[in-house]
Every structure is written in structure tokens, then in C-alpha cells.
């Protein structure tokens, strides 16, 4: 069904009926009931702490009350791209969003500081990460808003000497602040 035959469809029915197929779509889907949870009451505060703590419990587990053995860190990048989409798709304020890439990546860094990674793929998906946020923040106009912790991140690549840290540099050599 095409999206003018549905508009079709809907102008067909009364304001009764139509309640009733949203009520119907918001039982039945939960990617609805999301959604109307969200636009209804958005704690978009809330779910930004608790979006971090996820993402940090990537790099830095916490161990269980009377576990004897502490979980090793799992640093899925999957897991902080799979929050970020779920907060665009809901339309989530995108200084919050940029504020959550900008997050993901630092926390990776926090994490490498103190561990040595040899998976070459850890640094590549943080470059992809690192050019992603900044093309979000460019897109959106709130580059200079994020300027301090984009100059950071790229420090940080320098100071942790990252295979990939001219990467880093030629990003934020493109950028005019």
C-alpha cells in the first residue's frame, strides 16, 4: 500500500474508527507503543543516563553483588549505534544525540587509556563513530557546540598513540569552526 493510499483510506474513516485502529496498532506493536510512550512523556534526560550507562557498562562492567568473578568488558560499538538510531527514529532533541555519539567515544577512550586493544577494528569503528558525530553535528548546525570535546577526542587519539590517529587529525582538519 502506497502512503497516498492510505491517506486515502484514513480520510474514509470517522474520528471513532480511527481511534480505534491507533488503540489497535498501539497494543499489537511495540514500536508504536514506544513511540506514543515517548511523544506523550519524553524524559529525554532519563533516557540519555540511562543510554550511558549501558554504553558504559560496554567497557566497564560492574560486577554482581556476591559474583566472584568480574565480567570482562564486551566494547560493542553495536550497542551504543542500536541506542542512537532508536533515538532518532523517535525524534529525540539532536543535541542529546550528538551528546551521546561524543559520549560513546570518549567512553572507548576512557577504556583504551587504561587497556591495551590489539583489534584493529576497535580503532576503525571509533574513526567511523568519530566521523559519523561529526557529520551529525555539522548537519544539525550545532558544530560549534561540540567543538571542545570534537578537538579532544582527536587530542586523546594523538596522546593514546591510535594506529589511526592521522585519520582522526584529517577529519577535524576538514572542519571550519
Same mark, same amino acid.
Given at each position: 500500500?502506497?502512503?497516498?493510499?492510505?491517506?486515502?483510506?484514513?480520510?474514509?474513516? @470517522?474520528?471513532?474508527?480511527?481511534?480505534?485502529?491507533?488503540?489497535?496498532?498501539?497494543?499489537?506493536?511495540?514500536?508504536?507503543?514506544?513511540?506514543?510512550?515517548?511523544?506523550? @512523556?519524553?524524559?529525554?534526560?532519563?533516557?540519555?543516563?540511562?543510554?550511558?550507562?549501558?554504553?558504559?557498562?560496554?567497557?566497564?562492567?560492574?560486577?554482581?553483588?556476591?559474583?566472584?568473578?568480574?565480567?570482562?568488558?564486551?566494547?560493542?560499538?553495536?550497542?551504543?549505534?542500536?541506542?542512537?538510531?532508536?533515538?532518532?527514529?523517535?525524534?529525540?532533541?539532536?543535541?542529546?544525540?550528538?551528546?551521546?555519539?561524543?559520549? @560513546?567515544?570518549?567512553?572507548?577512550?576512557?577504556?583504551?587509556?587504561?587497556?591495551?586493544?590489539?583489534?584493529?577494528?576497535?580503532?576503525?569503528?571509533?574513526?567511523?563513530?568519530?566521523?559519523?558525530?561529526? @557529520?551529525?553535528?555539522?548537519?544539525?548546525?550545532?558544530?560549534?557546540?561540540?567543538?571542545?570535546?570534537?578537538?579532544?577526542?582527536?587530542?586523546?587519539?594523538?596522546?593514546?598513540?591510535?594506529?589511526?590517529?592521522?585519520?582522526?587529525?584529517?577529519?577535524?582538519?576538514?572542519?571550519?569552526?
Amino acid at each position: 500500500m502506497s502512503k497516498r493510499d492510505l491517506k486515502k483510506y484514513l480520510s474514509e474513516l @470517522n474520528k471513532e474508527q480511527l481511534e480505534e485502529q491507533i488503540i489497535e496498532l498501539y497494543e499489537k506493536f511495540s514500536p508504536v507503543k514506544v513511540f506514543y510512550d515517548f511523544v506523550f @512523556n519524553p524524559k529525554e534526560d532519563k533516557l540519555l543516563q540511562e543510554s550511558k550507562i549501558k554504553i558504559s557498562q560496554e567497557y566497564f562492567p560492574i560486577k554482581k553483588p556476591g559474583a566472584k568473578w568480574h565480567p570482562k568488558a564486551k566494547m560493542r560499538r553495536s550497542v551504543a549505534q542500536k541506542i542512537i538510531k532508536h533515538f532518532i527514529v523517535l525524534g529525540v532533541d539532536s543535541f542529546i544525540i550528538a551528546d551521546l555519539m561524543f559520549y @560513546n567515544i570518549e567512553i572507548a577512550q576512557a577504556y583504551s587509556s587504561g587497556n591495551f586493544i590489539k583489534q584493529e577494528l576497535f580503532y576503525k569503528s571509533m574513526l567511523n563513530s568519530f566521523e559519523q558525530s561529526v @557529520n551529525f553535528v555539522i548537519s544539525n548546525g550545532i558544530l560549534s557546540e561540540f567543538k571542545a570535546r570534537i578537538i579532544t577526542i582527536e587530542k586523546e587519539t594523538i596522546q593514546q598513540k591510535w594506529k589511526n590517529k592521522y585519520d582522526f587529525e584529517a577529519i577535524v582538519d576538514k572542519i571550519d569552526f
